[in-house]
């Protein structure tokens, strides 16, 4: 099974500031199979980003990722207040299980 | 347009059992693998099953094999979960969501999910 943690697991940045978020698996991704995610309080989870850097239909640029291998990393350029909430990575090279990371939170500060 | 629609959760005394259902529409459900994905009150998210476009594979989260079940019905476009032997740990929001291929893909459409409490 392919664990991943996420880090930090708080982040608090003001509306403007970069946010660099990390996502570290116990062993490789193979192919980068690695999805972002980002959820709002009391909506379902939204495809952010698909095979580690490849950003899903609708998602502005200011949101990038990056990595391969065991370490992976999601930036947003420049905050926006509809982007604070909770980002989950997930690997899907290595399934079953497929597994998700703990979530890292960005919150205003 | 694309979306999928999850139903069937409910509160249900521990050892009970409930049936979600998920209707999927917008798309060519028979082409695609579909997920079910929980989440725990104040908790992140958990991987619970997969069950390819085919139904050649189905795969389930340990915690939950033996006693829940994934299946699909193409001619309905509708995904299910049997849940059986319900326990308290079990109570989470469950949400289905549609693999990007016919395999175990990203998960790239979501549906707001339904409500399982179990309690007694």
């Known amino acids: 099974e392919i664990v991943l943690t996420q880090s930090p697991g708080t982040l608090s940045l003001s509306p403007g500031e970069r946010a660099t978020l990390s996502c570290r698996a116990s062993q490789s991704v193979s192919s980068n199979y690695l999805a972002w995610y980002l959820q709002k309080p009391g909506q379902p989870p939204r495809l952010l980003i698909y095979a580690a850097s490849n950003r899903a239909t609708g998602i502005p640029d200011r949101f990038s990722g990056s990595g391969s291998g065991t370490d992976f990393t999601l930036t947003i350029s420049r905050l926006e207040p509809e982007d604070f909430a909770v980002y989950y990575c997930q690997q899907y090279a290595s399934s079953p299980p497929l597994t998700f990371g703990g979530g890292t939170k960005v919150e205003i500060k | 347009q694309v979306q999928v629609v999850e139903s069937g959760g409910g509160v249900v005394q521990p050892g009970g059992s409930l049936r979600l259902s998920c209707a999927a529409s917008g798309f060519t459900f028979r082409n695609y693998g579909m997920y079910w994905v929980r989440q725990a009150p104040g908790k992140g998210l958990e991987w619970v099953s997969f069950i390819r476009s085919d139904e050649r594979n189905k795969y389930y989260v340990d915690s939950v094999k033996g006693r829940f079940t994934i299946a699909r019905d193409n001619s309905k476009n509708t995904l299910y979960l049997q849940m059986n032997s319900l326990r308290v740990e079990d109570t989470s929001i469950y949400y289905c969501?549609?693999?990007?291929?016919?395999?175990?893909?990203?998960?790239?459409?979501w549906g707001k999910g339904t409500t399982v409490t179990v309690s007694s």
């Open positions: 969501a549609r693999s990007d291929s016919a395999g175990a893909g990203y998960m790239d459409v």
